[in-house]
């Protein structure tokens, strides 16, 4: 079947072409061992912006942008680069914006100045004694069933969803449901993608019913009572606010904390510092979100710009991958050392500009709080003789079958 981009546009001459697929080249694709962020960190070496075919879900083309200083005059420019792409409302065959991601400025600020309480550092404090109950629940059930664990279906996973059931509202007992969908959602067929969505609506409209009706202490019934513009949301408006909660909290903190694991059962004496100062753990979290970021911001032009002698047109899509911003060695020394003690750690794994990631303080916590308490119940671990970590790159960098054990 033809692709939108199966053919080089006019506008773009063959010498600002790029041999690369960010959905299913052969270092993004899942196998074992792989190592996508390594691979697409060698684009630095090429030329700073080039277009590629073929290089989203639906098969569209798009110009990369390399550079960590391009990308943030990209990204921090709403104006010219839009954020509003449909993601998620087009495995509905909708179109519809996800708040506050996809809504462009200046309406975008007053989404976010009203969602921004709900996820500040304060909010965020009084969120921890469960986070780190939650963890430490989930490590105690691993160490009861011996003494090895499928780390992403066995604690990245339910960890990040169950901080998510309990910052929407929802009981713990529906977890593994959450997951599946979550799964299909991102990972799987575009069948499976449709009917997930479908799934997700129609209980996220139950949920935003129930709590108009009986509203509690929970994010739900913040947006079902909030007002914007000087009237309550609509029922629409909820919706495009939780489905964002949904995809937001679930797949990229989970795919981090992957990362975590399979770089500290692969480096034991890093694993060892970690153990012996806890202290540490804050600042290394953050050098390995800088080295295994997840996700590639994309933009769509809405005028006609020109960037290193590229002409990038109004309509085409722009991609922002963190991989090569958060190795480019203009921005750190030693770029591709992973470096546990890194200060000043100024990466972009919660990418630039007005749509940052708005839950970056409370995934930050998730992260730091899952290691230490991993870290501080479970004696040092390794990868399983014999099995071999799946990893892929592509719309979220990822991890499966990252088995570890331990004695």
């Not at 030329?47 to 390399?66: C, D, K, Q």
């Amino acid at each position: 079947m033809a692709t939108l981009a199966s053919t080089r546009p006019a506008h773009v001459p063959e010498e600002h072409l790029g041999d690369f697929n960010l959905m299913d080249g052969p270092d993004m694709l899942p196998r074992p061992n792989g190592e996508p962020h390594a691979a697409i960190a060698r684009l630095l070496d090429g030329p700073p912006v080039f277009y590629s075919l073929n290089n989203t879900r639906n098969g569209e083309g798009a110009w990369f942008i390399i550079r960590a200083e391009d990308q943030r005059r990209v990204l921090q420019d709403g104006e010219t680069f839009s954020s509003n792409r449909n993601i998620f409302a087009s495995a509905l065959g909708e179109t519809w914006p996800l708040i506050p991601l996809e809504v462009d400025p200046p309406e975008h600020a007053k989404w976010r100045s009203l969602l921004n309480p709900l996820l500040s550092p304060r909010r965020v404090m009084n969120l921890e004694p469960f986070v780190r109950q939650r963890a430490a629940e989930l490590v105690e059930e691993i160490k009861a069933r011996g003494n090895s664990c499928e780390v992403m279906t066995e604690f990245a996973f339910p960890f990040a969803v169950s901080i998510f059931l309990q910052f929407l509202g929802i009981p713990n007992d529906r977890l593994m449901e959450f997951v599946g969908w979550a799964n299909d959602l991102l990972h799987s067929t575009p069948e499976a993608r449709t009917k997930a969505a479908r799934t997700v609506i129609a209980y996220l409209d139950e949920l935003q019913e129930l709590r108009r009706k009986e509203p509690t202490d929970d994010f739900m019934s913040f947006v079902t009572q909030a007002e914007v513009d000087g009237r309550k949301l609509t029922p629409h408006e909820v919706k495009q606010m939780s489905v964002l909660l949904f995809i937001a909290g679930l797949d990229t903190v989970a795919a981090a904390l992957g990362f975590d694991f399979l770089y500290l059962a692969r480096n034991l004496d890093d694993q060892a510092l970690l153990r012996a100062e806890p202290q540490r753990l804050t600042l290394a979290a953050e050098e390995l979100m800088r080295a295994f970021p997840t996700v590639t911001p994309v933009r769509r032009a809405t005028r006609d710009v020109e960037l290193h002698g590229r002409l990038i047109k109004a309509g085409d899509l722009v991609a922002c991958p963190s991989m090569t911003a958060n190795r480019d060695p203009a921005e750190f020394p030693n770029p591709e050392k992973i470096d546990l003690a890194r200060e000043d750690n100024r990466h972009v794994a919660f990418a630039y500009g007005p749509h940052r990631c708005l839950g970056s303080h409370l995934a930050r916590r998730e992260v730091v709080i899952g290691l230490e308490e991993f870290l501080a119940r479970v004696p040092e671990f390794r990868i399983k003789e014999g099995v071999d970590p799946m990893v892929n790159g592509g719309f979220v960098f990822g991890v499966e079958n990252l088995v570890i054990t331990w004695n």
